[in-house]
């Protein structure tokens, strides 16, 4: 049964990594095709918020994946970036859960004072 399970785990990584894969080559080539560089700059945020409410949580999603499996000091430099201004935004937009919720994932995963749970950062920050 464990073996079944492990099985079927690993072969949905696998599925996941090769999706992940075609949608960069999908996306690079077209960056690669695109002979429009038109850019629009907006005057207004209302725009930005909900997008944030959507991608938030993939981005951390995947801002902890990459941060768990990688060893590269530029990887990684770029993941907590990522996690800085995400939490950042989320903050600006008043998205107090969302902003708790990446500051206690960014603690888990580079635990930083493995004797401070995140239960008790979190009752500081009320």
Same mark, same amino acid.
């Given at each position: =049964?464990?073996?079944?399970?492990?099985? @079927?785990?690993? /072969?949905?990584? %696998?599925?996941?990594v090769l999706e992940s894969e075609? =949608?960069?080559?999908?996306?690079? @080539?077209?960056?690669?095709?695109? !002979?429009?560089?038109?850019?629009? /700059?907006?005057? &207004? !945020?209302?725009?930005?918020?909900?997008?944030?409410?959507?991608?938030?949580?993939?981005l951390l999603a995947s801002f902890?994946?990459?941060?768990?499996?990688?060893?590269?000091?530029?990887?990684?430099?770029?993941?907590?970036?990522?996690? /800085? %201004?995400?939490?950042?935004? !989320?903050?600006?937009?008043? =998205?107090?859960?969302?902003?708790?919720?990446?500051?206690?994932a960014l603690i888990n995963q @580079?635990?930083?004072? &493995? /004797?401070?749970?995140?239960?008790?950062?979190? @009752?500081? !920050?009320?």
């Amino acid at each position: =049964m464990q073996e079944a399970l492990s099985s @079927s785990l690993r /072969k949905k990584q %696998d599925l996941f990594v090769l999706e992940s894969e075609k =949608m960069l080559r999908v996306g690079q @080539s077209r960056l690669k095709n695109s !002979t429009e560089s038109v850019f629009h /700059k907006v005057q &207004s !945020t209302e725009f930005v918020k909900p997008v944030l409410e959507i991608l938030w949580s993939p981005l951390l999603a995947s801002f902890a994946l990459v941060f768990s499996e990688q060893d590269e000091f530029r990887i990684i430099d770029i993941v907590l970036n990522g996690f /800085k %201004d995400l939490i950042f935004m !989320t903050g600006i937009f008043g =998205m107090p859960i969302q902003r708790n919720a990446l500051v206690l994932a960014l603690i888990n995963q @580079s635990a930083v004072d &493995s /004797k401070v749970t995140a239960y008790q950062i979190h @009752s500081r !920050t009320q």
